[in-house]
Nanobody, 119 residues
Framework: QVQLVESGGGSVQAGGSLTLSCVAS????????MSWFRQSDGAQRRELVA??????SAVYGQSMQDRFPISLDDATVKLDMTNLKPPHPAVYYC??????????????WGQGTQVNVSS
């Protein structure tokens, strides 16, 4: 079993910054991919960026917005969000895919952390 605990959300003014953190624990296997997703009210959960634990470059989603640096240190993945723009109420989720085989993974989600940006 894997647990993900997110933190770092909150309310900021336009142009402000937040760093989201996600700490993974449990059976993380030898290879996993950690990702950040964003979900606004009434919208689908959208993948922002993913990063594999065994190196490689970050893979960003299609949207040119919300492209923030991701970093991984041990079992903690961070998303450094800067110059945040309103309206921005959204919940950010952390996900981990634990790879059991090249085409077989088990996914686990965090509980989400709320981000609000006021003008």
């Amino acid at each position: 079993q894997v647990q993900l605990v997110e933190s770092g959300g909150g309310s900021v003014q336009a142009g402000g910054s937040l760093t989201l953190s996600c700490v993974a624990s449990g059976n993380l296997g030898t290879s996993n991919t950690m990702s950040w997703f964003r979900q606004s009210d009434g919208a689908q959960r959208r993948e922002l960026v993913a990063l594999m634990s065994n190196g490689g470059s970050a893979v960003y989603g299609q949207s040119m917005q919300d492209r923030f640096p991701i970093s991984l240190d041990d079992a903690t993945v961070k998303l450094d969000m800067t110059n945040l723009k309103p309206p921005h109420p959204a919940v950010y989720y952390c996900k981990i895919d634990v790879w059991a085989a090249p085409s077989l993974s088990h996914e686990f989600w965090g509980q989400g952390t709320q981000v609000n940006v006021s003008s």
